[in-house]
């Protein structure tokens, strides 16, 4: 099953406290298509406003909060990667991983994880 992390998460919080994805659409004031779209990755990063309002309805503050926001920054499912203004292997990398991504295992992600984090912490 597709899913984006931000939709992984609602799936969690929604299975953890045993409320459907059509009882929650109606406490935040979505459509239950909309909801599962998002949780399936078929829709973008949800706005701040539909952020706020599942933080609400769940009661997630503080610390929590702010890392279900994280996991929603990291869920869209369209991203796109611009190279314009960097050398040619990094455009040509970036366009090899687009063709094979879905083929890679989580052993390969977690590798290519672990050397984007060793960047991200420099």
Known sequence: MSMTPFGEAVRKLRAERG?????????????AAYLSALEHGRRGKPSFDFLQRVAGYFHIIWDDAEALFAIADQSDPR??????GLPAAHT???NRLSRVIGQL???AIGALDLLVDQKLAR
């Open 92 to 94: 040509a990398f970036a």
């Open 105 to 107: 295992d989580e052993e």
């Open 79 to 84: 991203v796109v990667v611009d190279t314009a």
């Open 19 to 31: 409320v459907s994805q059509k009882q929650m659409a109606e406490a935040i004031g979505v459509s």
